[in-house]
């Protein structure tokens, strides 16, 4: 799939799940007023926040994909980091912050209208339009997972596209979320006490944060520089290393610069008789390879360097320990192939 298409399908799914989400979050705030229940403004809360977030996701999308200039030779691939992370601190304190707040306040005064006919058909109308949604952004997860040859859990798990990550968590909490309101509403139906609607709106809010928190650590992660997976990093090696001219990769360093662009720069110990020119063109050659293997690679550097005594045989090196686990097996990085 083409650069560009992939971004338009994000477009597309961050716009569906907006549309949705407003939708939603003003059917949800009306029922929440007409029934007293915590637990739907709460979903009215959750679904305001989550409309907030597809807004900054597309200014995300956006800005991110604003072309280099010479302020900003790499690209501006990093601030769609920026605006994710902004979307899910939103998600934290309004979303979740909300829901905690209002539960404890219904457990504490226990008022309720007692209608509760009107949540219950807004809930289910909101379960239907979330679902659509979900499906969608679980079609775009599904394809990029088959074109990295990966499975749908590990490629969200290790993708630079957080947007579609954020749209996955947040129509899955929307559903479960959804789940609890109805189960909070009905029991305080059947049973008459209140304690269950405000339970069910702070089970709403730490559901959000942990939303909240997963996301926020991905994208402090890639705003601090992360490396692409480490199956992607042996593939890049072993591309690199099948050079003619090349005798052995001695570092190998790559960089997450946004979504759809990776960097790769290496120390490379050419052959002791490599010229110039065959230099010029194993430079070259690792460039178009690479490019056509991962066509998110966008920027390849080659560092010519000294063999190292007795190093010959060796695997490149990275910039962890050789005794310690790689950070990307743990933390993710780049595509999941």
């Known amino acids: 799939m083409a650069e560009a298409q992939i971004k338009n399908e994000s477009v597309g799914t961050v716009v569906v799940a907006g549309a949705a989400n407003l939708a939603i979050a003003i059917a949800k705030l009306v029922a929440g007023l007409i029934s007293g229940s915590a637990a739907m403004l709460s979903e009215a809360a959750h679904s305001v926040a989550d409309t907030t977030t597809e807004v900054l ?21 990093k601030e769609s980091y920026v605006w994710a992370f902004l979307a899910a601190l939103f998600t934290f304190v309004v979303g979740a912050g909300f829901a905690i707040t209002h539960g404890v306040t219904t457990i504490l005064v226990h008022e309720h209208t007692g209608n509760y006919l009107t949540s219950y058909i807004v809930l289910a109308i909101s379960f239907a339009i979330e679902s659509v949604s979900l499906a969608r952004a679980i079609r775009q997860v599904r394809r990029e997972s088959r074109r990295w040859r990966a499975t749908p859990r590990r490629y969200l798990r290790l993708t630079a596209d957080t947007t579609v990550k954020a749209v996955f968590l947040e129509d899955t909490a929307a559903l479960i979320g959804l789940l609890l309101a109805a ?101 070259d050659e690792a460039e178009r390879r690479l490019a056509d293997r991962f066509p998110e690679v966008a920027y390849v550097f080659l560092d010519p360097t000294r063999s190292l005594h007795g190093s010959h045989g060796r695997p490149a090196r990275t910039t962890q320990d050789e005794n310690q686990r790689p950070v990307d097996e743990e933390a993710g990085g780049g595509g999941p192939a």
């Open 57 to 77: 996701l597309y200014l995300a999308l956006r800005r991110g994909a604003r072309p280099a200039d010479t302020r900003h030779p790499f690209g501006y691939g």
């Open 183 to 283: 189960a909070g509403l009905t029991l305080s139906q059947l049973t008459g006490d209140e304690l269950y609607d405000g339970v069910a709106s702070i089970l709403i809010g730490m559901l959000l944060l942990v939303v909240a928190g997963i996301l926020a650590r991905s994208n402090i992660s890639l705003l601090v520089g992360r490396a692409v997976s480490e199956r992607v990093h042996r593939q890049i090696e072993q591309e690199l290393a099948g050079l003619p001219a090349v005798d052995r990769i001695d570092t190998l360093m790559t960089m997450l610069l946004g979504p759809t662009d990776i960097l790769v720069a290496a120390k490379v110990d050419f052959h002791d008789d490599a010229t110039g020119a065959d230099i010029e063109a194993a430079a």
